[in-house]
């Protein structure tokens, strides 16, 4: 864990400037420590990469597998510092597909568990995503809350500048949602100050929402300074397709604004496929806003029609969007002579600006930024005595009613989190059936093709003699090799046979030096062993082809098979000269990434593991031979 906080450290900001190269690093540690949790916090750092690139769902499969890994885990600080992070990257995907209640859910019990393990220092970034959940769906004071709250923890936890101008640039947005510009500036300037240590993502926030603060203004000339500052900023950043698309969107509608139609068009049709690939009902329910305010530019009043026919609103979309595509149904229905629809959908956006920015609202976030400035620690401590304090009046004057609507509530809450539970396991079984069977067929189909017509080519480029027995034995080949690619398993029997035709096939180029010895203990019954089908004809394949065919003198091949406790051990060797991962006969490899990644697949739905290991050995004779080894438990499970 030492070193897995170290490496965390010193390549933190690799996350978002360099995400794939840090989801390399991230998987290469994760195969050399045997420390389950460990190994699960790496994955964690692999789950925000994926946010990163916008692989988001790669990112929830992820999520699946750390959630099965922490049911089975007792509860301790350490595994809630896994559970906050990524049931907060599960947030940040709830976010980013619109789904604002669902990501404040999130948030809220990623800041629970984070206060029960030991990374106090990361609190503050899940307060600021939960006040920004907040605001996004209109919750303004709310938002203050939290945002106030991560300030105050900032320095009681004596954290350091960089930690607060996040807050910065997210109090200033949400006064920039109350049209106070002068406190929106003020914090947005606070926040530029550390402009130069932002990370690239930080970077992309604090220009994207300085630039709406333009936008609502009406000052659309320096919104598009931003917003192109963001498309200079990505230049570098080609994994942040998120800000990209999204400042595509923030432009068209500038455009749209200054009349400039042709250029809105352009911008719209570039970011619509990846909102509609990642299924974004808020960006899609903006771009068509924006179409149909282009169609009515345009005076297209007939596909403005139709997209009004067909768009319908999410339950989560954010209110200043609710509030363009309305002033959007306004003009509409005044063009088209439809005055009592157009003073209809006048007054629901009065209506929205008054629930948006109204006094209440507006003397929240006002009490809220006085009582940040007094004492931190005096405020805390009174807070908490006021808290305790009313807890005592409350529990004196209704402790029975409480006692009796608890039992009630506790007795629901049982039922319902028992069937969600119960439901929650048959779909995320079905999921893993799914994927995992996919992954297999995909695994396969990439490895068959490739080897019969490498065979094939052989055969026609070299045959002369004996044609009939030949292609007869490559045709056996090829209709093995298909049926293999469509088994999950085969038995020893089978995979002998098909291995023994492989090399019949080969003899002619190996030549009389090479001997194929295969040694089978009486205790191994090849027609009743199971093996993953393939297992041992990749290996073989793979010695012929990178360590025999151009080796000089006498050339062996060893299979093994005997029998040990528990199971049944296969050895693949050669005399090769050993593997060399700078020799140019080392291959691309693709073959044993089959066998790991079916091994790993397999071994996921049993609670014995076949066992993998690849290394040199030294010879009789003085040579050096590679050595492959597999180890298959018994009553091994071969069902997905």
Known sequence: MQAFETFFRLNVDSIATAPRWMRTQAFQRMEEVRDTLVRHNYLAIVLKTYLATSELDSAQILIRQLKDYVKTQPFSPQLADLQSEYINMEGNIYGRRGYMDSAENCFRKAYELRLQ???????????????????RQGKLDVGAFWYRKALLLCDSLNLPPEKKYPIYYGLAQGYMTLRDYEQCDRYYNLAAASYDDMLPDEKHFYLNNRGNSYYYRGDYITAIKYFRKVLDLVEDYPDMLWALNLTYLNLSDCFLKLDETDSAAIYLDRCEPFFKELGVTTALYYIDTQNIELALKRHDFSKARRLLMKSGIPTDVDPDMLHIRNKNLELFFEETGNY?????????????????????????????????????TLMAHKVLFQKKENEVLV???????????????????VFIYLYNRKKRALILAKNRRIVSSLRLENIRNRLSPHFIFNVLNQEIVSRKENEQRE???????????????????????EELDFVKTYIDLERRSLGA?????????????????LLPSMLIQIPVENAVKHALRDKEGERNLWISIHRRENGICIKVTDNGGGYRPGSRNRGTGTGMKVIMQTVQILNMKNKESIDVSIHNISLPGGEIGCEIVFLLPDKYNYEI
């Not at 030096?513 to 062993?529: M, T």
């Open 117 to 135: 393990g030991k990374k106090t220092g990361f609190i503050p970034d899940i307060l600021m995503n939960l006040a920004d959940a907040n605001n």
């Open 340 to 376: 009592k629809q157009a003073y209809k959908y006048l007054k629901e956006n009065n209506r929205l600006d008054d629930s948006i920015r109204n006094e209440r609202v507006r003397m929240h976030t006002a009490d809220l930024t006085l009582r940040y400035q007094q004492d931190s």
């Open 395 to 413: 529990l004196r004057q209704t402790r029975f009613v409480i006692l009796a609507v608890a039992i009630v509530a506790l007795l629901v809450a």
């Open 471 to 493: 292609l007869a034995a490559l045709v056996k080949l090829m209709r093995r090799n298909l049926e293999l690619a469509e088994q999950l398993c085969v038995t020893l029997a």
């Open 513 to 529: 030096d090479f001997h194929l010895i295969i040694e089978i203990g009486e205790d191994v019954h090849s027609e009743q062993v």
